[in-house]
């Protein structure tokens, strides 16, 4: 990325923990992690089909758990503090028809950064979730550009409106930074006041 020269960026499916490996294995060290990537195979509770099942899991908690295990080996080998920000939703704590397994995934993963949380801390890692409302990514206009279910969704957010890309990333970078230095096993919740709609 001829705009961020300090950037190599590596295309692999974080799901396969030894292509995972292989690549980070080789790019350390880090100090810093945000786990952002993840599906939503949306079907209904009686129509889950076991294929959807296996890679939501495997790429929602499954490539978290494992990329950030090699991470923080390399924080603990090299003796560093470190930021981990695993991105959840607001979808791991209220349910959402036809999320039956997206759901699923993100409250698995809000309980997985409070664990890492736990054993991390003591080698002066930091893990939180940032849990965000629909956000206007590629997957979050595919998933809600029905305009009936999004004003359903809208008209249950206080603040009106979805998240912007950008309103995540300043969340994440708070919880990477020095400023949120006292917080860990924290969910930070972007949702625009879903949650207490």
């Excluded at 499916?13 to 100090?31: I, T, Y």
């Excluded at 079907?43 to 889950?48: A, C, K, T």
């Excluded at 990514?137 to 009106?160: C, V, Y």
Aim: with cysteine; net charge negative.
């Amino acid at each position: 990325a001829p705009q961020c020269p300090g950037i190599e960026p590596l295309c692999l499916d974080v799901a396969d923990w030894e292509a995972a490996e292989a690549a980070l294995g080789a790019a350390g060290p880090f100090e810093l992690l945000v786990n952002n990537a993840a599906v939503a195979l949306l079907e209904p509770f009686l129509g889950v089909t076991r294929a959807a099942l296996q890679r939501s899991f495997d790429v929602n908690l499954g490539a978290v758990l494992h990329v950030s295990q090699i991470v923080a080996r390399q924080m603990i080998a090299q003796g560093v503090p470190g930021a981990i920000v695993n991105v959840s939703s607001q979808a791991s704590q209220r349910a959402l028809r036809d999320h039956a397994v997206y759901c699923s995934t993100k409250s698995a993963l809000d309980m997985l950064s409070k664990v890492m949380a736990m054993e991390l801390g003591p080698h002066k890692i930091r893990v939180n979730t940032v849990n965000p409302t629909v956000v206007m990514t590629d997957m979050g206009r595919i998933n809600w550009s029905d305009p009936q279910k999004s004003a359903a969704m809208i008209n249950r957010i206080p603040l009106g409106k979805f998240a912007e890309v950008d309103d995540v990333v300043n969340s994440i970078l708070f919880l990477l930074s020095d400023k949120s230095a006292m917080t860990t096993g924290s969910s930070l919740m972007v949702d625009g006041g879903f949650l207490v709609s």
